[in-house]
């Protein structure tokens, strides 16, 4: 199957190097590409791509922005491609369902193998982006201000006991959306799976009202 890509980037060297990289790579397409998130969201509703391939700091429409409005579209999975990996923006990206996250510090083949990853319904994550998302936790455990309010949804419905699939229709969002927030959730209250972000919701009184 060869994987349609999307490109977005407001520097035009960039776009050219990223196109020449991905359109080498036998079992990826760039059926498009962007300069700022509202060309994006027009473009992606155009080509209709299987991964968008999305920067974050550009002019006007930014790519926070154009994340939600092309996941609110019920659009394809978006893939950061960045040079800023501080929590804050990571947190915002995933938040608006981004479903990965990548540096443009990162080696040619971890691109392509991050493009390919997303669209087996996986989230790659930069390392150094993780380490932020651990770092923001430094001061002590996470609480419940450190979630934001997506986040706090998916696990609330995790302690519910419902599935990725069930939560992603209780929410409106994608699958693989879901498993993002989830990713991030884990990282960011120190546990490894579903069952221990269940107690540890439960400790803190999450989801006590019914869902």
Do not use: C
């Not at 790659?124 to 450190?146: V, W, Y």
């Not at 696990?155 to 229709?169: F, S």
């Not at 990713?183 to 209250?189: G, L």
């Amino acid at each position: 199957m060869t994987i349609r890509v999307v490109l977005v980037d407001d520097h035009a060297v960039v776009r050219r190097g990223l196109e020449q990289l991905l359109s080498g790579v036998s079992d990826i397409t760039v059926v498009g590409t962007a300069a700022d998130g509202e060309q994006a969201i027009e473009v992606v509703r155009r080509t209709n791509p299987d991964v968008v391939l999305m920067d974050l700091q550009m002019p006007g429409v930014d790519g926070v922005a154009a994340t939600r409005q092309i996941v609110a579209d019920g659009g394809p999975d978006v893939l950061v491609l960045t040079s800023f990996s501080d929590a804050e923006r990571i947190v915002a990206a995933l938040d608006a369902g981004a479903v990965g996250y990548l540096l443009k510090d990162a080696e040619a083949d971890d691109v392509i193998a991050g493009v390919r990853a997303v669209s087996r319904g996986e989230s790659p994550i930069h390392p150094r982006a993780a380490r932020e998302l651990l770092g923001a936790r430094q001061a002590g455990p996470a609480t419940l201000i450190d979630l934001t309010p997506r986040e706090l949804e998916v696990l609330e419905l995790v302690r519910a006991g419902l599935a990725n699939k069930q939560i992603a229709r209780r929410l409106g969002i994608s699958e693989r959306t879901v498993k993002a927030h989830l990713t991030s959730v884990f990282s960011r209250i120190g546990v490894v799976d579903r069952t221990q972000a269940a107690l540890w919701a439960e400790r803190r009184g999450i989801g006590d009202a019914p869902v």
